[in-house]
């Protein structure tokens, strides 16, 4: 018996489904002899699995079929990865209808654009709902899918059914419409001149902020107004944001701003399971969060936070995975260094609790973590009457940020610059010998990235040496407060 010849397999580029988003597969399609029928290789789910059952259908209400004594073998590449998704069902029917000559290849660029969507038993094409993802994916090719009245950040060749695959209507993208919307703010909520100019430093330079004071001072008030005042995120972070938000199922358009209770567990901070997903910091990546009376929190939280905070991105691995998450995210953390909450260093406190419960407490904080914040300040109750609307701290921020771009020429936020480039900004009149002591290399750094806030909000292209005294008193004076309590005033309370 002479061998039958067998054609060579069609390949259709998709997309599947992974944990954090759309992952490009290749779609082998090839008949053998056989039973009509269609089998899927290649780990797929269950799901993706059923589909076979309605591709037999939609094809036969449109006029197509399986070929008779064929088998269609269907191999998703590549072979060892797990695959779920909602639209590979047209990539599998246009394939076996190209492979079996049903329709024209010349009519489909196979080797440049993708194919993405779900199909009805009776052969209309639907754009699935997870296509979403692919708009916040680095993205450009065409994608063949359904009809949709949403909007996409590449081209869409809109087709309605199989047998009007040759007649796609092509839609254009619409980027524009992923951008970030303006927050809203109480533009007349006021604050007294040195909490003012703590908002405009923060929210110009994106420093991390630890505020800690007694309880009813306003602390939760004051981070709150200040997410509401920040610049708006990169595009690219915001995208990077949306499509966490959308994998959670809610939808963002503002800047983020998650505030997460203080009963979180480190894994829901940071992420973790199996599959691995990603945590709060994920949803707050390009955007602020919000830890409100942070010595409330696990301390194992504390520990987790540490890398994300300081490199912006978080790699969290599990047997047989590993995955990368974004979390770069602006820290604003509050906190009460007592449990009843009155207790002040080097102020008259009426704090009730005991010598070791108040050790206990502030041993919480531990030196590390504290070392993350570029800024903390030990808040007092300011004694000036003169106050700034947050309008009017909102507006000084953007005179900064446009001083920044347009005489500067500087781009990314100031917490991201490197010593060796905030040293060559320093004036000339200052040298090593006065810039003030820092006992670690983060805190020398915070005080240079601070002190560039605040010759920027000043309008000054150099730092001068009362910048750098400022941050000095922004960055360690309070810190030096607490711990000359820890070691010194302690044993006397």
């Known amino acids: 018996m002479l061998p039958l010849h067998l054609g060579s397999p069609m390949f259709i580029k998709s997309f599947v489904k992974t944990e954090f988003g759309f992952r490009p597969v290749s779609v082998e399609v ?18 993706i699995k059923e589909s076979s059952r309605r591709i037999i259908s939609a094809l036969r209400h449109q006029g197509f079929r399986v070929p008779p004594g064929k088998q269609v073998l269907v191999n998703l590449h590549p072979s060892d990865l797990r695959k779920s998704g909602q639209g590979l069902d047209l990539a599998i029917a246009l394939g076996i209808l190209l492979e079996s000559e049903q329709i024209e290849l010349q009519n489909f660029k196979t080797q440049e654009d993708y194919c993405y969507g779900s199909l009805s038993l009776k052969g209309e094409v639907i754009a699935p709902s997870d296509l979403q993802l692919l708009n916040y994916e680095n993205f450009s090719r065409k994608v063949m899918s359904g009809q949709s009245d949403k909007s996409w950040r590449f081209t869409v060749e809109e087709v309605t059914e199989l047998r009007s695959l040759n007649e796609r209507s092509v839609k254009e993208p619409c980027p524009e419409s992923f951008s970030c919307q303006e927050t809203t703010f109480n533009e007349d909520i006021s604050f007294e001149q040195p909490m003012a100019r703590l908002l405009a430093m923060v929210a110009l ?3 991390p902020l630890l505020i800690a004071g007694y309880a009813g001072c306003g602390k939760t008030t004051l981070v709150e107004n200040l997410a509401t005042v920040l610049n708006p995120p990169a595009p690219k972070a915001f995208l990077e944001a949306k499509k966490c938000w959308m994998l959670s199922g809610r939808d963002l358009q503002t800047r983020p701003v998650v505030q997460p209770h203080h009963s979180a567990t480190p894994a829901a901070m940071i992420g973790g399971g199996r599959p691995l997903k990603f945590g709060e910091i994920s949803l707050a990546h390009g955007g602020a969060l919000i830890l409100d009376e942070l010595l409330e929190f696990n301390p194992l939280v504390q520990s987790a936070l540490r890398e ?8 969290l691995s599990r047997t047989g995975a590993r995955q990368m998450f974004p979390a770069d995210t602006l820290v604003l953390a509050t906190t009460n260094l007592c449990p009843c909450g009155h207790f002040q260093p080097g102020a008259t406190y ?12 502030i041993e919480k904080l531990t030196g590390p973590f504290l070392d993350r914040f570029a800024i903390f300040h030990l808040y007092e109750k300011p004694k000036l009457d003169f106050k ?15 001083f920044q771009k347009q005489i500067r020429g500087q781009e990314k936020v100031n917490q991201k610059l490197c010593v060796s480039e905030l040293l060559d ?9 006065l810039i003030p002591y820092s006992k ?15 010759a920027d909000l000043e309008t000054s292209e150099t730092i001068k040496q009362a910048h750098l005294e400022e941050a000095q008193r922004w960055t360690a004076s309070d810190i030096y407060k607490l711990e000359r ?4 005033d302690f044993a006397m309370r």
Do not use: N
């Open 205 to 207: 330079g994106e420093h």
């Open 440 to 454: 670690s290399h983060r805190r020398r750094q915070s005080l240079l990235r601070v002190a560039r806030t605040l």
């Open 388 to 402: 700034m609307t947050l309008k009017e701290i909102k507006d000084w921020v953007q005179s900064g940020k446009e």
């Open 350 to 361: 009426k704090c009730q609790c005991s010598s070791l419960r108040l050790r206990q407490y």
């Open 485 to 488: 309590f820890r070691m010194e």
């Open 308 to 315: 994300p905070m300081e490199k912006g991105v978080i790699y």
């Open 425 to 433: 900004e320093l004036d000339e009149s200052i040298t090593d010998t």
């Open 30 to 47: 090839a008949l053998v002899p056989g039973v009509s029928q269609i089998q899927i290789l290649g780990l797929a789910d269950q799901l």
